[in-house]
């Protein structure tokens, strides 16, 4: 299983961004997804997760402005992030619980990291 992550890039505060992460490979049920980020100096932090009841988790900080949503036909996961702020720059990474089909291991696996920069 891969991931491929697109959407990355920099936009001015207020404006808006939508990242994308598609997993490819065969014979897997993603179980659920979820956006992470790291800023320069600091630690990795969760942003968004979405498990496979579809019910979205929000970190404090993006809540109100970031939807994240899932599509199980394209196995792809979202992050539309509205309204953005400079501390939002960061490197975002999409992270997937993968279930694989044939052996029933839950796996965990991460995509490339996009950089979003928001100036101000």
């Known amino acids: 299983v891969q991931l491929v992550e697109s959407g990355g890039g920099l936009v001015q505060a207020g404006g808006s961004l939508r990242l994308s992460c598609a997993a490819s490979?065969?014979?897997?049920?993603?179980?659920?997804g979820g956006w992470y980020r790291q800023a320069p100096g600091k630690q990795r932090e969760l942003v968004a997760r979405?498990?496979?009841?579809?019910?979205?988790n929000y970190s404090d900080s993006v809540k109100g402005r970031f939807t994240i949503s899932r599509d199980n036909v394209k196995r792809t996961v979202y992050l539309q992030m509205n309204s953005l702020k400079p501390e939002d720059t960061a490197i975002y990474y999409c992270?997937?619980?993968?279930?694989?089909?044939?052996?029933?291991?839950?796996?965990?696996?991460w995509g490339q990291g996009t950089q979003v920069t928001v100036s101000s």
């Open positions: 992270m997937m619980s993968i279930r694989s089909s044939i052996t029933g291991r839950f796996s965990d696996f």
């Open positions: 490979g065969s014979q897997f049920f993603i179980y659920g």
């Open positions: 979405i498990m496979s009841d579809g019910i979205p």
